[in-house]
């Protein structure tokens, strides 16, 4: 209670509430209320926060601000269709000729340089994710499979020319019939030994490709199709199908067709694809996991059917691991918008006083201070994840596993962090009232853009399953290897240890939650009474112990599940399909176990006082935050009642400890300031008459746009 009061008295002592909001008279006219000032009493270095936060290639950052202020990059939401994809593929174009895509597909390019492409690629999806998804499908998804997919003939003959934009491409996997089941693609590629060539068919309406980023632009492509060879079929493997003649024509064995208007990237040109009896030449296969002679003998280094797919989907990744950040960057400018809006806008008060900011309203604190939280941590497991992937070894052995491990992290992260940026957005909009409505004011164009990353590189609810399956798999292993239990999971030193074939069993039997203890090098008993002390439920260990409580049991209650519907008769189908709901909770539960670990051992390694202490008590926020409000941790009352009880009121109290940084933590992000809109400084000065008479065009007494 004593603390709620100070909480009061924190709120209404706030220097920017006391500062004055009386009727202002400016060079624009009078201002019923002015808006405060977005500076504040913080003493957090905003340069350190940004150094914690970026990591990498400050250099590179500030150099694409700078080319991001060119007038073709200028945003404009007034367009029609054809004018932003037109104007889309001229700024891919500029970048082409600046050599950044080579960068990236250069296959002899180092982790360094590849570091220098994520840092660009950061600021790209924090401008506009038209040209970030357009240059994704052209240099990541095409240009990517032909570098990560095919050999050194590929390499040789494609690459510079689609870093150039010389050859325009596109990544064909996805069809009318079947998006996520890739496996179940019905395009075909059937090797005919006698002219070496393969034949590419679509043969049902079914197979027709969709979705096709670039499709209308595109040269080429890389099709995803089942090989039929001598009348067997080897599976889904990827082919260049050149789409165009070399005077731009298509051929008439070739029909492509428009997807049309979307909820958003509309500058991206989308669309769909039949094949007729086309012919391609042998070489044409990407044949990195498995090739066909010239005698039609199908060769792979992977036997394994599924080993193999799994292998080449993995080797895709890259989109995943670049959409972690994306999502990460996408929230930072909604939050760097509302926060400042927040600060400057007032509604209400006190009788006889200022009118208060809304940001020292709690619950506006509590909308938007828990996603700043989030963000941190995401931004901090997201910058992870990208150098394991810009690492990974080039022994094919080792690369296979490490892939493995990165595949399940992208995967489950690349989820997350794209439901957490849509709350994180649709709460921005909301929190910025009217305001947060104008696609001139960013919130609900980045929403509109945005809103696919929930589908495209995997449908988000897939991928959590597959998570958890992938977690089901390593158990039945670690139960082959007579290691009774589930696996121990990654630990920041042993990351996915389980998966290398060290994995130990956690005892499914234990009547309560048990946890691996590295030193004693056994599981012990989780005592949670153990950190009694004034502050456990700020405790980092504390916290972490309660995420790996909530991961043990979700794992427990999923194998029990599947165990109990498969004694009642159900296949291994069947009982998945009715475990539904607790696989993604396990997922969920692995994954934001991870990011927690993450989030920690960033702060503890990267980050130095003064700003450590601001960024624990947001690492507090971010776990206390899931824990109080989550189902997964609420409905099994696995943690004391009363922790919950003393958590949820902690929070309140850390938000106030916090509001003097929030300016601070949101500038941080970096988010240049000729991308943010008017409403994050003076918005009455920024809609005044003559900043409205500057910006329009001028009829008579209307303004169009
Ligand atoms: C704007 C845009 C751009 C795209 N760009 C490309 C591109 O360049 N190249 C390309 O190849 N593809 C592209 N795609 C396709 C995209 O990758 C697919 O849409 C995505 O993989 C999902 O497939 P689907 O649309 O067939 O959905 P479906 O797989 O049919 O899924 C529909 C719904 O069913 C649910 N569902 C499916 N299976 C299960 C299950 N087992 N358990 C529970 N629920 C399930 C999903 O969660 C989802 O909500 C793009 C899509 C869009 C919208």
């Known amino acids: 209670m004593q603390r709620l009061n100070e909480l009061a008295v924190h709120l209404s002592l706030h220097p920017e509430a006391a500062a004055g909001a009386a009727p202002s008279t400016t060079a624009h006219g009078t201002y019923h209320s002015a808006p405060s000032a977005t500076s504040n009493s913080s003493t957090v270095s905003i340069d350190l926060l940004n150094k914690f936060v970026d990591k990498h290639n400050f250099a590179t950052r500030k150099a694409m601000w700078e080319l991001l202020k060119e007038p073709l990059f200028e945003l404009d939401y007034n367009m029609s269709i054809k004018q932003l994809r037109d104007l889309t593929l001229r700024r891919l174009q500029r970048l082409s000729d600046l050599g950044y895509p080579y960068q990236m597909l250069d296959p002899n390019s180092t982790p360094e340089s590849q570091m220098e492409v994520y840092a660009r690629t950061d600021c790209m999806y924090m401008y506009d994710c038209n040209l970030t998804v357009r240059v994704g499908a052209h240099v990541n998804l095409w240009g990517g499979s032909v570098r990560n997919l095919g050999t050194e003939y590929h390499h040789e003959k494609y690459l ?400 029990a599940a599947l165990s109990a519907k498969k004694a009642a008769g159900h296949n291994d189908d069947s009982a998945w399909n009715l475990c539904g709901e607790l696989a993604a909770v396990c997922g969920q539960a692995y994954i934001e176990r991870f990011v927690l670990t993450r989030f920690i051992e960033d702060i503890q390694t990267e980050s130095s006082a003064p700003e450590r202490l601001v960024l624990e008590k947001l690492r507090a926020l971010h776990a206390m935050w899931r824990i109080t409000t989550q189902p997964s941790f609420l409905a099994y009352q696995f943690i004391p009642r009363q922790d919950i009880e003393i958590m949820a009121d902690e929070v309140n109290v850390i938000l106030a400890e916090l509001r003097p940084h929030l300016a601070n933590l949101v500038k941080a992000f970096g988010v240049p300031q000729h991308l943010l809109p008017a409403i994050t400084s003076d918005y009455v000065a920024a809609h005044s008459w003559a900043e409205t008479l500057k910006a329009s065009e001028f009829k008579g007494n209307v303004f169009h746009l």
Not at 393 to 413: N, T, V
């Open 160 to 559: 510079k020319d689609i870093a150039y934009n010389r050859l325009p491409g596109c990544f064909a996997m996805t069809e009318l019939g079947h998006g996520s089941n890739v496996k179940g693609l019905e395009t075909t590629a059937t090797f005919d030994k006698a002219t070496q060539e393969f034949i590419i068919n679509t043969p049902t309406e079914s197979a027709q490709k969709f979705w096709i980023g670039n499709a209308l632009t595109a040269h080429a492509a890389t099709v995803f199709a089942q090989l039929h060879i001598g009348g067997v079929n080897r599976g889904i493997h990827a082919f260049i199908v050149p789409l165009r003649d070399a005077n731009g024509k298509i051929p008439h064995n070739i029909r492509i067709a428009d997807c049309g208007m979307k909820m958003g990237l509309n500058g991206v040109d989308n669309g769909r694809f039949w094949f007729n009896n086309v012919r391609i030449p042998r070489m044409n296969m990407l044949n990195r996991m498995a090739n066909v002679t010239e005698d039609g003998e199908y060769l792979s280094m992977i036997e394994d059917n599924d080993m193999r797919f799994g292998a080449m989907v993995a080797e895709l990744v890259a989109g995943r691991v670049s959409m972690i950040g994306g999502s990460t960057n996408l929230a930072k400018v909604g939050l760097t918008i509302a926060v400042l809006y927040s600060i400057a806008r007032r509604q209400f008060g006190p009788d006889d006083s200022p009118e208060r900011p809304i940001m020292d309203y709690l619950l506006h604190q509590r909308r938007l201070v828990p996603e700043i939280a989030g963000v941190y941590a995401m931004n901090a497991t997201s910058h992870y994840v990208r150098n394991l992937w810009v690492n990974r070894s080039a022994d094919f052995d080792e690369r296979i596993r490490q892939m493995k491990e990165i595949h399940i992290l992208a995967s489950g992260l690349k989820a997350l962090s794209g439901w957490q940026m849509r709350q994180a957005l649709s709460t921005c909009r909301e929190a910025c009232g009217g305001q947060g409505y104008a696609s001139w004011n960013r919130i609900p164009v980045l929403m509109a853009d945005s809103d696919v990353f929930m589908t495209f590189e995997g449908d988000n609810n897939v991928l959590l399953v597959q998570v958890a399956r992938q977690l089901v798999k390593e158990y039945a292993r670690a139960m082959e290897k007579g290691q009774a239990g589930i696996p121990q999971f990654a630990k920041p030193t042993d990351r996915l240890a389980h998966m290398a074939g060290t994995a130990r069993g956690v005892p499914l039997s234990a009547a309560k939650p048990v946890v691996w203890d590295a030193s004693a090098q056994r599981f012990v008993e989780v005592n949670l009474s153990a950190f009694d002390n004034g502050s456990k439920h700020r405790n980092a260990e504390f916290q972490m112990r309660i995420f790996e409580i909530r991961e043990y049991d979700a794992i427990k209650r999923l194998i």
